[in-house]
């Protein structure tokens, strides 16, 4: 499930102003009523073809990823206006960038339920950030990919700004066939290191 939050970011801030009749339609056929206040979850479905429609009607001039791309970071950005996105941020400014990657699974469970990260700090310096859905929901997930690499990508990056790092995130080639998994490069290097190993399942 998409919690309301993640939808509230994405359609009230980072469309605000986008979504005409039509495109209110759309997204009415997919299950999302912007007239009324937003129910506490929407289906993966639903996410999945909102995710689409937007970075369609967003940015229409780019390419399909790097739309995608460009709306995680806007989504991201349109989260930080609501209450739990206000607090995520505040805490990913006193944590700083390294640590913020150790907890990914709590980033994304303020916006959905069904997967978790893990993240592991490489011998060069870099983190690698893997995006997983949970075993408990695989057999229930018929669409694929069951997450969009690129949207999660944009989400990354821009916490990483959020963070007070540039740092680049990569999306690194796919090793799950079923689209259930895709890993992530975050270039810190240049970033302070934290005490100890960065090895994290949360």
């Known amino acids: 499930m998409a919690f309301d939050q993640l939808m509230e970011g994405l359609l009230l801030h980072a469309m605000k102003g986008r979504l ?8 009415l056929a997919l299950g999302v009523d912007v007239s009324r206040p ?3 979850a929407y289906p993966l479905a639903t996410l999945l073809g909102t995710l689409k429609l937007c970075a369609e009607l967003r940015y229409p001039e780019l390419p399909r990823e790097e739309a995608r791309f460009q709306l995680g970071r806007r989504a991201l950005e349109g989260f930080g206006s609501t209450p739990m ?36 700090e490489l011998p060069n310096g870099d983190v690698e950030v893997t995006v997983e859905v949970l075993p408990e929901y695989r057999a229930s997930i018929h669409h694929r990919p069951g997450l969009d690499p690129y949207f ?3 989400i990354i990056t821009q916490l990483m700004e ?14 799950d066939a079923e689209g259930l998994s895709f890993s992530y490069r975050a270039s810190m290097a240049q970033e302070p290191k934290m005490p ?3 090895t994290r399942v949360q």
């Open 20 to 27: 005409d009749a039509e495109a209110q339609r759309k997204l």
């Open 38 to 40: 937003l129910v506490s």
């Open 85 to 120: 996105g206000k607090a995520l941020f505040g805490m990913a400014r006193t944590w700083g960038p390294r640590r913020m990657l150790g907890h990914m699974t709590r980033v994304f469970q303020t916006g959905i339920n069904f997967a978790k990260a893990r993240s592991q």
């Open 152 to 154: 999660i990508r944009g």
């Open 162 to 175: 959020v963070c007070g790092s540039r740092a680049t995130v990569t999306l690194l080639p796919p090793k």
């Open 196 to 198: 100890g190993p960065l």
